[in-house]
């Protein structure tokens, strides 16, 4: 409409108090407006009278339009819908309807003013990620702070965050422990206790005490500044409907142009010519300007980019990052998903499932393996500290040493204690129990005598299943993991979560070949975490990266992020990015549809002008409302059993 339909574009602060004045401007011109026809009305005033008024608030009330509308003719950009609304609305005047003439430019104002308040809506969807970013930074130096700008910030400086503070770059907590709340970029408000040595992105909330941060990556490479890069660009990759309905308004508004100059010539030149009578001018004109009225592309224009514009911003609240409109449509018509395991379809990290063939108490099983752990540094030790979940007396350790390949030896409270797999219990000479489940197994010997095993696995996500599950109920035709692991860790998995097919002991590029024969097939998403999948995210159709763990090169090359890490993500996105390709498809044939058979109408003098104004503003709200849906789709999905 008047305004430019890029509505991917998030406006400053200045921008949007600009526009909310040209908002209420546009009302209190159609008011206007609609008080002097009125009042001119009811007032029964001379004819002459009457149309200085009407003239008086024709201009009032599209002014605007007619200074866009020859703004686009000198500028050379074609015939859009201003000028259409404008010759439309002159031509009624000069044929003597007035009325209609005004109508036309206080119904396109309104229809504009609709579309400007959806616009609007759209954008608050996702301006809460715009403002994740916080303008200040608490930088400590020797017990004393000064704030500065994150921009300012290097790799080693050292930021208070207080309270209720969000973290202004990426960075490892030194000093300190409190929880945060991560909603602001995974969509989820559960709070995350975090403490000394743990890593924490910009744009989380401090909810608790002071933490002391070191900052770990420059601010241009901090979490917060690329998200609000991918949302800054994430329309400027148009989908194929986009793309095609820009090209198609090219080509339809000149099309319906010449319509209208065939409704008004050919008629009249019949009857001209054949019929010998005196041409209908003020019939046939009527008609033709009806038919431009009914054809302004608006709808067109403005239904689909909004539709995607909203399901992107409903997309982010949802802690979803969709890099650009092409990938929604490409998304939709993925068949096969095929996933990496470690950090994708599994946490990612060691941790104790279960203690067999134990002996002795299980308490104090743990507490002796933990104390001789604490001396390595692996992350199987890492697991079993955790396990034992508490503090650990070195005073009572001693001659510690790691046996590289085999694991650990020392002496806990006196006792001996042998920690590793099973070639350190041949070397010893200890009769052990064989462990047949798949893991890493930790065999404990205690003063020479076999005392049991620690199983150690990456386990499984908790929604790991229930998402292969509703993929397949959403219409994915395989879903397929990809994996480094052994044969029979990768079998165990597969099997536990329902993937139709897996493929195991895959180097990298083994990876990529496999990704590449499934294209071949049918359309392919792939949906990883490392850097190592990297290859096989950019490749595919659509490549989607795990965001909390992901490596930054995996989040970099892919197209879709999930900052929350849950693999439920997936299922989700690919049924809001089918939402959101019904509503575009939905809007296209609403939009297209009514103003043909309008449009036959109106050819046959069976609709009027009134019809025509009504026909092009109610399919424009309609297509808009359509699209608004999308606002609340997140609510939707999430309440679905999915």
């Known amino acids: 409409m008047a305004n430019d339909t890029k509505i991917e574009e998030i406006k400053t602060h200045e921008e949007e108090e600009h526009e909310e004045g040209n908002f209420k401007l546009n009302i209190i011109r159609m008011i206007i407006a609609v008080i002097l026809v009125v009042v001119a009305h009811i007032l029964k005033l001379d004819e002459k009278y009457e149309f200085y008024i009407s003239i008086l608030a024709y201009i009032i009330c599209g002014y605007e339009i007619i200074i866009n509308a020859l703004k686009s003719i000198f500028k050379g950009e074609g015939l859009d819908e201003n000028v259409l609304m404008t010759i439309a609305s002159i031509g009624a005047f000069i044929i003597g309807e007035t009325h209609e003439a005004i109508a036309v430019m206080i119904f396109f104002q309104l229809g504009e003013l609709f579309e400007d308040f959806s616009m609007t809506k759209s954008r608050n969807s996702i301006k809460a990620l715009v403002k994740i970013m916080p303008e200040t930074a608490n930088l400590y130096n020797d017990g004393n702070v000064k704030v500065v700008k994150p921009e300012e910030l290097k790799i080693g400086d050292v930021i208070l965050v207080n309270p209720y503070e969000k973290i202004p770059i990426d960075g490892e907590i030194i000093e300190g422990a409190t929880t945060l709340n991560t909603a602001m970029l995974t969509g989820e408000s559960i709070p995350r206790y975090v403490t000394v040595g743990d890593s924490v992105a910009s744009g989380l909330m401090n909810n608790d005490k002071?933490?002391?941060?070191?900052?770990?990556?420059?601010?241009?490479?901090?979490?917060?500044?690329?998200?609000?890069?991918?949302?800054?660009?994430?329309?400027?990759?148009?989908?194929?409907?986009?793309?095609?309905?820009?090209?198609?308004?090219?080509?339809?508004?000149?099309?319906?142009?010449?319509?209208?100059?065939?409704?008004?010539?050919?008629?009249?030149?019949?009857?001209?010519?054949?019929?010998?009578?005196?041409?209908?001018?003020?019939?046939?004109?009527?008609?033709?300007?009806?038919?431009?009225?009914?054809?302004?592309?608006?709808?067109?224009?403005?239904?689909?980019?909004?539709?995607?514009?909203?399901?992107?911003?409903t997309a982010s609240k949802m802690g979803i990052l969709i890099k650009g409109t092409n990938y929604v449509e490409a998304l939709s018509k993925v068949k096969t998903f095929a996933f990496d395991k470690?950090?994708?379809?599994?946490?990612?990290v060691f941790e104790v499932v279960g203690i067999h063939h134990c002996k002795m108490s299980e308490e104090e099983f743990t507490r002796l393996v933990a104390h001789i752990e604490f001396f390595s540094?692996?992350?199987?030790?890492?697991?079993?500290?955790?396990?034992?979940?508490?503090?650990?007396?070195?005073?009572?350790?001693?001659?510690?040493?790691e046996i590289g390949g085999r694991g650990l030896s020392g002496i806990v409270d006196g006792k001996k204690i042998l920690a590793g797999n099973d070639k350190l219990m041949k070397d010893n000479n200890i009769d052990f129990i064989e462990c047949n489940s798949t893991g890493t197994i930790v065999h404990i010997a205690i003063d020479n005598v076999y005392q049991g095993h620690i199983l150690i696995d990456d386990v499984i996500k908790e929604n790991a299943k229930t998402s292969i599950e509703a993929l397949k109920r959403l219409g994915a035709k395989k879903t397929i993991m990809l994996t480094g692991d052994r044969e029979s860790t990768a079998k165990e998995v597969s099997s536990k979560i329902g993937i139709d097919e897996y493929r195991s002991s895959l180097l990298p590029d083994e990876k990529l070949k496999i990704v590449e024969e499934l294209i071949k097939e049918e359309r392919l998403s792939f949906i990883g975490d490392g850097v190592n999948d990297a290859p096989c995210i950019t490749r595919a159709d659509v490549g989607i990266a795990m965001g909390g763990v992901g490596s930054d090169t995996a989040i970099e090359l892919s197209d879709i992020v999930l900052m929350?890490?849950?693999?439920?993500?997936?299922?989700?996105?690919?049924?809001?990015?089918?939402?959101?390709?019904?509503?575009?498809y939905e809007n296209i044939f609403i939009s297209v549809g009514i103003k043909i058979l309008v449009l036959i109408l109106s050819m046959f003098g069976i609709s009027n002008m009134w019809i025509a104004v009504f026909s092009d503003v109610g399919v424009m709200i309609l297509a808009v409302l359509n699209s608004m849906r999308l606002m609340n789709a997140n609510k939707r999905i999430e309440k679905i059993s999915l």
């Open 377 to 401: 540094n692996h992350p199987i030790a890492k697991s079993i500290l955790r396990y034992y979940g508490k503090e650990v007396d070195v005073n009572i350790v001693k001659d510690v040493v």
């Open 342 to 348: 470690t950090g994708t379809m599994t946490k990612g």
């Open 564 to 584: 929350n890490d849950d693999i439920i993500g997936v299922p989700k996105t690919y049924l809001l990015v089918k939402d959101i390709m019904r509503i575009v």
């Open 210 to 313: 002071v933490i002391k941060v070191q900052v770990k990556k420059e601010f241009k490479d901090s979490t917060a500044s690329k998200i609000l890069d991918l949302i800054e660009n994430a329309t400027e990759k148009k989908s194929k409907s986009e793309t095609f309905i820009r090209s198609f308004a090219k080509v339809y508004t000149p099309i319906v142009c010449i319509i209208a100059t065939l409704t008004f010539v050919l008629p009249s030149l019949v009857q001209y010519l054949f019929m010998h009578i005196k041409p209908d001018f003020a019939t046939w004109a009527y008609r033709a300007l009806t038919i431009l009225v009914i054809s302004c592309p608006c709808a067109i224009l403005i239904s689909v980019p909004l539709a995607f514009f909203t399901g992107i911003g």
